[in-house]
């Protein structure tokens, strides 16, 4: 199954491949018309090409239905499998249980079976017989109109699952077989059965229902509106949205009201994982938030094959639940933050992990290997996820004592706040929990959760859309409907690793209720898919601010959020895609080739083939579409958030990592920027260029207190007016670096390293420097790494050496600015070593995103680390002493 999958999908590779060499060829079209060539227009081809792509996206969305429509039926098969024995048993003197209980927790799953089933044996010959005129409205119109099955389901589903559950309790057979019920894979595929609770299996109709409804909506999107399936598709989510309407406090179970001993009905409204605070120590909580009470829960050690259970850490009634600034609560926890350097190193060991997953899984026997890594990685987004987290978040029972959470965003703080407020509003009671009330309360969590999984990439589906790798180019233009003028501006945050990262800050516009900020920034991405605006006022009353770093006490105006990987990633031509893809897992399993003779699309899978495979296949075609090369944005899109009344305009544009670090010459030999150092140094008559000295200059003078200096995006316009400042030798250069933002003038320092047209340590001693560093024996390393520095050309060594010295002057101001020695060198490791060319991946493609981040990284910011931690190095004595250490370079 495995090679087969593997060969599928590398054919899906190279049919890829093909796409984009087709759409560079500009070439005029033609088409056979009524017996005559015909040149078609751009314009018709466009709207031809629409429709076309329109009708494939279709056909893709109902090959992916079906593929789900049958693990469906058979997970449905697996519930009535023991269905029909226990109600054998249940007329004998030995019965297991009784025919009400075996109805009840049955109910109408026979006929929900046979409905689907029916749907599924329509759909399939619709499917393998497609083309243009092929409809499939009325199959989706007769499924909507018999909802009601579903309706009798959900108003039994909770008595089903707690009779089901008193039942596991009180017969240990039933427990076994409620909890072993085997569920059979697609047809053809070796992975026969898969073991599920019936529990599990009891939520999917009610899982169904929303996913059939979702499904209505791509179709119509794909789907003509002259086309005979438009209007039954639209009647059909006509029926299935009222549907959901008439029921949508039973159709989520999570939401389903949890009911104590006093008979009081409390919902779950919000849960998810925060890092609590808890005697000096961090740890991760799984936080419930009902409708009256605030409850903090820890997952109970269970054996194997027991079921997981939460144990209650304390709760709050709501009624009596504040929230706290530092000046009301007593005193700040201690608590031990890891300098910046160690989150860095995690992120980047956790990147080299994921590319060595993507390069087993495609080795032979290479799968146990694979779930190695996974757990090790695990283990460190973890880990990531406990440390990462600064900002405080603490609430306060009224009546006893407070509780201290961090957050790695203030969006996520905002909402738990809002969410909490908006609940006090109403008449709230306080309430004291029995041990039983609380227990059963506790129990209930695992039932009730939304958040299944610590929020880390190891805990995803390979199905699940991937993020992306690059630098993501953000204009945040200007902002409307304030109510009244505030000093306003705003953050950006996007996610990586699993938490939100706020990366970028706007000016304070002062005394606006429109402000026009019209600032450019570049966030590096990393695995995300998210962009967050938070719009702030301005806060400069003294009694208000805190002394707690992290606490940002500004008000929060407003907040959104958009998905990148929808809005930037654009379509790519399926038609011809999905018919050739089709073709190839209908051949022959001999056949290796396809056949010359064009062939009319058919959608039978191979023997061998199933809905995993096929998952497998839309995932790659998302992986695809998200390849770093494929995602570039030429033109900036832009968009609008709405947050309370308030819009907040922006543009954003992304670049690969690959193509943003690219080192190209300039094609002006005249200016700074993409010049080869040796030239601008002889050209100016200077041991070292004068860009590097005036920024460094600039630094040293205003700058070296600045907190996050180096790390800190500056804004984008103002290091590109910068730049052609310099390229140019303006007059006004000085007094532009005097009214500058310290922050562009230090990005602007780091994009002329990055563009240099090679290395500042050069193409040619790179793979000496990446032995150098691997040595293991402290002298072999000190004589080779100061034989590599002297073998570089003059201008790049006094450069080197005089950047080197910078570091070490803003280092020495740690304390204040936050930036240690390792954190100067993840920043600048890459941007002064990485080769314009690797020779490790000449002629290799980028197998995923992950395959970004490599070794190399951690080598090249332990090369500069290893310098900056050296003692002072003079170049003239570089240049007296001669070494008895000799390597080939």
């Known amino acids: 199954m495995e090679e087969e999958e593997e060969e599928v999908l590398c054919y899906l590779d190279r049919v890829l491949e093909e796409e984009e060499e087709e759409e560079e060829e500009e070439e005029e079209v033609f088409e056979y018309g009524d017996g005559e060539l015909d040149p078609i227009t751009p314009i018709h081809r466009q709207f031809k090409g629409e429709i076309e792509k329109g009708l494939e996206m279709k056909k893709l969305v109902l090959s992916g239905f079906l593929a789900s429509e049958e693990i469906y039926i058979n997970q449905l098969e697996a519930l009535l499998l023991p269905m029909r024995p226990l109600k054998a048993t249940a007329t004998t003197s030995q019965p297991v249980l009784t025919i009400q209980q075996v109805e009840t927790i049955f109910y109408k799953i026979q006929d929900i079976f046979e409905i689907h089933k029916e749907f599924y044996d329509s759909l399939l010959p619709n499917i393998q017989q497609w083309d243009e005129k092929v409809t499939v409205g009325h199959l989706f119109q007769k499924l909507a109109s018999q909802l009601g099955v579903y309706k009798a389901f959900v108003d039994n589903y909770k008595v089903a699952l707690e009779t089901a559950e008193k039942c596991s309790q009180a017969n240990s057979q039933f427990q076994k077989i409620s909890e072993n019920l085997k569920v059979k894979g697609p047809k053809g595929s070796k992975d026969c059965t898969t073991t599920v609770s019936m529990e599990a299996l009891l939520y999917k109709p009610i899982d169904r229902v929303t996913r059939s409804t979702l499904v209505l909506h791509d179709l119509l999107k794909h789907t003509p509106k002259d086309h005979p399936d438009f209007p039954l598709l639209q009647d059909a989510l006509r029926i299935s949205q009222n549907f959901l309407s008439s029921i949508n406090e039973e159709i989520d179970p999570r939401r389903t009201a949890v009911t104590t001993p006093k008979g009081e009905a409390r919902q779950l409204v919000k849960d998810g994982f925060l890092v609590e605070v808890s005697e000096s120590s961090r740890k991760l909580r799984h936080v419930f938030l009902f409708t009256d009470l605030l409850l903090c829960a820890k997952m109970k050690k269970t054996a194997v094959g027991r079921h997981q259970q939460y144990e209650c850490k304390w709760y709050i009634p709501l009624a009596d639940l504040t929230f706290q600034t530092l000046d009301d609560s007593d005193c700040c926890p201690s608590i031990h933050v890891l300098p910046e350097h160690e989150i860095e190193e995690m992120k980047i060991k956790i990147s080299v992990l994921k590319s060595e997953i993507q390069k087993e899984k495609k080795a032979p026997k290479g799968q146990s290997r694979v779930e190695r890594l996974r757990k090790k990685m695990n283990e460190q987004e973890s880990w990531l996820l406990l440390h990462s987290p600064t900002i405080p978040f603490r609430v306060h029972n009224k009546h006893g ?41 506790t129990s209930s969590c695992f039932k009730l959760r939304t958040v299944h999984n610590i929020p880390v990439t190891s805990n995803k589906d390979d199905e699940e859309t991937p993020g992306l790798y690059g630098f993501l180019h953000v204009i945040v233009h200007s902002a409307k409907g304030f109510k009244e003028s505030a000093n306003l501006y705003c953050t950006l945050e996007v996610d990586s690793f699993g938490y939100f990262v706020s990366k970028a800050k ?384």
């Open 401 to 441: 004592k407070s509780y201290y959470f961090l957050l790695s965003s203030d969006y996520e703080r905002s909402e738990w706040r809002e969410s909490i407020q908006k609940l006090q509003k109403k008449d709230l009671q306080s309430c004291v929990l029995s041990s039983v009330e609380l227990q059963v309360l």
């Open 506 to 889: 706007t000016r304070v516009f002062r005394d606006t209720s429109e402000p026009q900020w019209n600032e450019e920034f570049e966030i590096e991405l990393e695995g995300s898919q998210y962009l967050r605006i938070l719009c702030y006022e301005n806060c400069y009353d003294k009694s208000m601010l805190n002394k707690d770093d992290n606490e940002i006490v500004d008000k929060i105006m407003g907040k959104g959020q958009v998905q990148m990987t929808e809005i930037l990633v654009p379509d790519i031509n399926l038609n011809e895609v999905c018919e050739r893809l089709e073709q190839h897992c209908c051949v022959d399993q001999n056949q290796h080739n396809l056949s010359s003779q064009p062939q009319t699309p058919v959608l039978k899978r191979h023997s061998n083939t199933g809905a995993k495979l096929w998952g497998r296949v839309r995932s790659k075609l998302l992986r695809q579409k998200l390849d770093p090369q494929t995602v570039q944005s030429k033109n900036w899109h832009m968009d609008v958030i709405e947050m309370n009344g308030i819009k907040v305009e922006f543009s954003m544009k992304f670049t690969s990592r690959d193509l943003s670090l690219k080192r190209t010459p300039s094609k002006k030999q005249s200016g700074v920027f993409g010049v080869k150092i040796n030239v601008v140094t002889k050209r100016e008559r200077s041991k070292v260029p004068y860009i590097v000295r005036q920024c460094i200059e600039e630094v040293e003078k205003r700058g070296i207190d600045e907190v996050g200096i180096y790390r800190i995006s500056g804004v984008a316009t103002d290091i590109q007016a910068l730049k052609t400042a310099f390229d140019t030798n303006t007059k006004d250069i000085l007094m532009m670096l005097s009214d500058m933002d310290i922050n562009a003038i230090a990005g602007t320092l780091k994009l002329y390293f990055r563009e240099l047209p090679e290395p500042l340590l050069t193409d040619r001693l790179y793979p000496a420097f990446m032995e150098g560093i691997a040595l293991s024996d402290p002298a072999a390393k000190e004589n080779c790494m100061m034989h590599l520095l002297r073998s570089l050309p003059d201008p790049n060594l006094m450069t080197f050496l005089t950047l080197l010295e910078h570091l070490k002057r803003v280092a020495e101001k740690e304390p204040i600015n936050k930036m240690s020695l390792h954190n100067l060198a993840t920043v600048f490791g890459p941007t002064l070593l990485r080769p314009s060319e690797s020779e490790t991946t000449k002629g290799q493609q980028i197998t995923s995103a992950s395959d970004i981040w490599s070794h190399d990284v951690m080598a090249q910011v332990q090369v500069l680390l290893y310098y900056l931690q050296h003692p002072p190095i003079s170049f003239a004595e570089l240049k007296r002493n001669t070494l008895y250490f000799s390597t080939d370079v």
